[in-house]
C-alpha cells in the first residue's frame, strides 16, 4: 500500500508568510489538482503541518537560516493551518511536528491520539511513500530521508515540492538520492 505525505503546504511558507518559499502557492494548488485526479492511488493521504509552540533556538530574531529562523508556523495561528487550497483534500490523518522542538522531519509528529507518523503509516500497512509539499530542501527532504531510513520505498514527487533556494533545493536532491529516495514527476508516478 502507498501513502502520501503532503509537508507542510501552509501559508507561513507561501508567498506572503513569515518564512516564504518562491513557488508556495503554485505547489499549493498543483498538490491539491494532484490529490483530486490520482486520491485512487492511494491507501492513505497524511497531512504535516509546522505546529510550533516553543521551538527554542529554532526561532530568532536574528536568523542564520540554518539553524535558526523567523518565527513561523506558530501553532494555532491562521498561517499554520493547512493552505486553502487543500480544503478539499480529505486527508485521512494530519500530523503536527515541532511543538517544542525544530520539527523539520514529518516522523518527528504526531496525530491527534498522539501516534507518530511511522505508527501511523505501519497501522495502515504502508510499505511506499510519496512525498510531496514544502520545502523541498528542508521538510521534505528530513521526511523522505526518515521515510527511507524506516524502510518505506520513498519517492518524492519533484514537480510537487519547491526550495528555498535552487543551491538548497539541488543539495537536498542529491542527499536524498544517495539514500535511495527517488525522485520523479508525478506524471510518471503510477
Request: proline residues 4%; negative net charge; aromatic residues 6%.
Amino acid at each position: 500500500m502507498r501513502a502520501l505525505i503532503v509537508v507542510d503546504v501552509q501559508p507561513t511558507f507561501c508567498e506572503g508568510g513569515e518564512l516564504a518559499v518562491d513557488g508556495g502557492n503554485r505547489v499549493a494548488a498543483d498538490v491539491a489538482a494532484y490529490v483530486a485526479a490520482h486520491r485512487a492511488r492511494y491507501g492513505l493521504v497524511v497531512t504535516t503541518q509546522d505546529w510550533h509552540i516553543d521551538p527554542g533556538e529554532h526561532f530568532s530574531d536574528t536568523p542564520d537560516f540554518v539553524n535558526s529562523w523567523p518565527v513561523h508556523g506558530v501553532a494555532g495561528s491562521p498561517n499554520a493551518r493547512l493552505h486553502p487550497a487543500l480544503a478539499d483534500v480529505a486527508a485521512d490523518v494530519a500530523i503536527k511536528k515541532g511543538q517544542y522542538d525544530h520539527g523539520y522531519s514529518g516522523f518527528d509528529g504526531a496525530d491527534g491520539e498522539g501516534r507518530a507518523l511511522e505508527t501511523v503509516l505501519r497501522d495502515a500497512d504502508a510499505s511506499a511513500v510519496d512525498v510531496v509539499g514544502l520545502a523541498e530542501s528542508h521538510c521534505v527532504k528530513h521526511t523522505a530521508l526518515d521515510a527511507a531510513r524506516h524502510g518505506f520505498a520513498t519517492r518524492v514527487l519533484t514537480d510537487l515540492t519547491a526550495p528555498v533556494s535552487p543551491e538548497l533545493g539541488e543539495q537536498a536532491r542529491d542527499e536524498m538520492s544517495a539514500a535511495g529516495v527517488e525522485l520523479v514527476r508525478s506524471a510518471d508516478a503510477a
